[in-house]
């Protein structure tokens, strides 16, 4: 299919784009800044706010399908600045959803586990009703809504807890990484939260075998398991066998004044209609993380030992 990607600067358009070239799509990545960001590939400039940006690219690319992953993902900002989450995240999502009906070409919209309030003891499926608590989780849900209003065929796929991008990572991995990198022997982790680690290459490619089978709908796309941050910094040290660092385990108030949004106390998931169909290609986050930081150490972006 020739494939219209938005968002594609991200981390997970950096894994997005390759699979599926390697699947045989002849892709076009767009995204709001085309000289930053993760992307390894020439980026199309697409503001996805504007109704008549999204036209005229639908218009030059005449795409067989959407892939829409433009996003505000900062919750701080979102939080601060409710409109510009609801614009970029909502409204933006409109405006893409009524392009692909015009046009009578699918979309794949990314979405969240942030869409639910974390109030379950169990890991989420698709079939329990979201209740976001913040406005980043807010505006994703209306984006969904969108999605599930205007577009005549679609998926909506929400991803756990991303982690990849390698040297342009910016999210918790990279930071424990670059701690260790900074020469931290000891290192802070909140233990009350927890979520579904998701390795960026892995959603890629069961992004790009779902999108195959035309079986369309609402799906959860994280890796297997489930862990809080602390788990997951423990696993990184173990990983780099790093018994010379200290590990405290630390309540969501230690960050309190870095991260101020309100963050769900559980955005566990659970893959369902994917499991369901034999479509579930997504590995364990304990071994999609010990690859990610494998090839951190052979970057040399951390060190095995002090």
């Not at 994703?140 to 005549?152: C, D, P, W």
């Not at 939260?193 to 799906?219: H, M, N, Q, V």
Request: proline residues 5%; aromatic residues 10%; charged residues 25%.
């Amino acid at each position: 299919m020739r494939i219209l990607i938005t968002g594609a600067g991200g981390m997970l358009g950096s894994a997005l784009v390759p699979a599926l070239v390697a699947a045989g799509h002849e892709v076009h990545p767009t995204d709001l800044v085309t000289d930053a960001g993760y992307a390894s590939f020439p980026l199309g400039r697409l503001d996805v706010r504007s109704r008549d940006d999204v036209a005229r690219w639908m218009a030059r690319v005449e795409p067989d399908f959407v892939a829409h992953l433009a996003a505000e993902t900062d919750l701080e900002v979102c939080e601060a600045r409710p409109d510009h989450a609801y614009e970029t995240n909502a409204l933006a999502t409109k405006h893409v959803a009524l392009a692909c009906r015009s046009a009578r070409v699918p979309l794949a919209y990314v979405s969240t586990a942030g869409v639910f309030d974390g109030r379950s003891q169990d890991p989420y499926t698709e079939f329990d009703a979201p209740n976001p608590i913040n406005y980043y989780g807010r505006s994703k849900l209306e984006g969904e809504r969108y999605v599930q209003s205007f577009a005549e065929r679609f998926y909506v796929v929400r991803a756990g807890w991303m982690v990849g991008g390698g040297r342009k990572d910016h999210k918790f991995v990279a930071k424990i990484l670059a701690q260790l990198h900074a020469g931290a022997r000891t290192l802070y982790a909140v233990g009350d939260k927890w979520g579904t680690p998701t390795y960026a290459p892995d959603f890629a490619r069961c992004f790009a075998g779902l999108i195959a089978t035309e079986s369309y709908g609402l799906y959860h796309m994280a890796c297997q398991g489930r862990a809080n941050r602390y788990d997951v910094a423990a696993k990184i040290l173990a990983v780099l066998g790093r018994d010379d660092v200290t590990l405290v385990k630390v309540g969501s108030e230690h960050f309190r004044a870095e991260y101020p949004a309100p963050r769900p106390a559980s955005e566990m998931m659970r893959n369902l209609l994917l499991e369901l169909q034999g479509l579930d290609t997504m590995r364990s986050w304990e071994v999609a993380l010990e690859e990610y930081v494998g090839a951190a150490v052979a970057d040399r972006r951390v060190p095995v030992r002090a």
